[in-house]
Nanobody
Framework: QVQLVESGGGSVQAGGSLRLSCEVSGYKYSSACMAWFRQVPGKEREGVASIYANVALSNGVGSTYYADSVKGRFTISRDNVKKTVYLQLNSLKPEDTAMYYC???????????????????WGRGTQVTVSS
């Protein structure tokens, strides 16, 4: 059974940083598109960042994708050994406040990396709250 468990959320002031983690179990992790989404009440879930990795590649890490609103502030990465995906959140803004979800897809990320319905597996989320 595939499980994605997020952690690392919390409350910070604007300009602060957090690192979210998504631990994956029960999944053939060597090749997948992993992504972070976020959602605030009353709004649609939106893609934040994604990363594709295939350990058959020389460096084991593939392309990354980011929403325009987080480029230059957030960084997605993965540790294939620990089966964990990370999202480093820097220079946080109040508008970054949301529930952050980890998701997995047994395919490449590509241009459609932020389409919610493509993703097969989801975590329960971790709350990030940024105060001004």
């Amino acid at each position: 059974q595939v499980q994605l468990v997020e952690s690392g959320g919390g409350s910070v002031q604007a300009g602060g940083s957090l690192r979210l983690s998504c631990e994956v179990s029960g999944y053939k992790y060597s090749s997948a598109c992993m992504a972070w989404f976020r959602q605030v009440p009353g709004k649609e879930r939106e893609g934040v960042a994604s990363i594709y990795a295939n350990v058959a590649l020389s460096n084991g890490v593939g392309s990354t994708y980011y929403a325009d609103s987080v480029k230059g502030r957030f960084t997605i990465s993965r540790d294939n050994v620990k089966k964990t995906v990370y999202l480093q959140l820097n220079s946080l803004k109040p508008e970054d406040t949301a529930m952050y979800y980890c998701a997995a897809l047994r395919s490449g990320c590509g241009d459609r990396w932020s389409e919610v319905k493509r993703f097969e597996y989801w975590g329960r989320g971790t709350q990030v709250t940024v105060s001004s």
